[in-house]
C-alpha cells in the first residue's frame, strides 16, 4: 500500500501569509495527486488535481506541484475562507489520502 | 449541476450491516466511476471503494472482506453495504463521483451521512 504523510498536521497563520503544505508519498506516484479542503461540517472540495491543475472555480492562489514522491500545496496570500482542512490524496495504486493539515488562525 | 445524496439509517447496531444509498442527480452516471469515502468523527478521510457505472468495482483492501458496492443507473443511484459493523465503522460516509480522467480526482461529494454504530 502506498503511504501519504502530510507534514505539518497543523499549522497556524495570518491572512495574508504564504503558507505551504508537504505530501510525501511511500513510492513515486508521477503526478497521480490530488487536493482537497474540508471545512467543519462540509464535504471536502477538490483544488488541484494532476499535482498542479486546478480545480475549475478554485482561486488563482492555490497551487500545486511536484511529481515523484514529494508535493506541495502553496496559498499564496491566505483568505479568511481559507481556514479549513487540507487533504491530498494518491490515485496511482488504490486509493489513500493523507493525513490532513489543519490550518488555524493565528 | 451534479449533486449527490446520501441517504439511509443514522444508526445502526454492532454486528449488524451497514447499508447506505447515494441518489445522483443533474447527470448521467454513465461513463463515470462513483465513489464511497467516510471520515470517523474528528479524524482523516477514507477511501471505501468504488464502482464504475456498468457494475465494476474496487475495493479499499483493510474493508474488502465486508463491503459490497453496487449501482443502479435506472434510478441514478449506487449504493454501499458493510457487515458486521463495530463502533470503530461510526462515521460521516460521503458519496462522490470520480472525474474519469487519469488522475480520477473526486469532483463532486455528497453533504455525508452520519452513521453510528451502537447498541
Known amino acids: 500500500d502506498i503511504q501519504m504523510t502530510q507534514s505539518p498536521s497543523s499549522l497556524s497563520a495570518s491572512v495574508g501569509d504564504r503558507v505551504s503544505i508537504t505530501c510525501r508519498a511511500s513510492?513515486?506516484?508521477?503526478?497521480?495527486l490530488n487536493w482537497y479542503q474540508q471545512k467543519p461540517g462540509k464535504a471536502p472540495k477538490l483544488l488541484i488535481y494532476?499535482?498542479?491543475s486546478l480545480q475549475s472555480g478554485v482561486p488563482s492562489r492555490f497551487r500545486g506541484s511536484g511529481s515523484g514522491t514529494d508535493f506541495t500545496l502553496t496559498i499564496s496570500s491566505l483568505q479568511p475562507e481559507d481556514f479549513a482542512t487540507y487533504y491530498c490524496?494518491?490515485?496511482?495504486?488504490?486509493?489513500?489520502f493523507g493525513g490532513g493539515t489543519k490550518v488555524e488562525i493565528k | 449541476q451534479v449533486e449527490l445524496q446520501e441517504s439511509g439509517p443514522g444508526l445502526v447496531k454492532p454486528s449488524e450491516t451497514l447499508s447506505l444509498t447515494c441518489t445522483v442527480s443533474?447527470?448521467?452516471?454513465?461513463?463515470?466511476?462513483w465513489s464511497w469515502i467516510r471520515q470517523p468523527p474528528g479524524k482523516g478521510l477514507e477511501w471505501i471503494g468504488y464502482i464504475y457505472y456498468s457494475g465494476g468495482t474496487s475495493y479499499n483492501p483493510s474493508l474488502k472482506s465486508r463491503v459490497t458496492i453496487a449501482v443502479d443507473t435506472s434510478k441514478n443511484q449506487f449504493s454501499l453495504k458493510l457487515s458486521s459493523v463495530t463502533a470503530a465503522d461510526t462515521a460521516v460516509y460521503y458519496c462522490?463521483?470520480?472525474?474519469?480522467?487519469?488522475?480520477?480526482?473526486?469532483?463532486?461529494w455528497g453533504q455525508g451521512t452520519l452513521v453510528t454504530v451502537s447498541s
Open positions: 513510492q513515486s506516484i508521477s503526478t497521480y
Open positions: 494532476g499535482a498542479s
Open positions: 490524496q494518491q490515485t496511482y495504486s488504490s486509493l489513500t
Open positions: 462522490a463521483r470520480v472525474n474519469p480522467i487519469a488522475v480520477e480526482p473526486f469532483d463532486y
Open positions: 443533474g447527470g448521467s452516471m454513465t461513463s463515470y466511476y
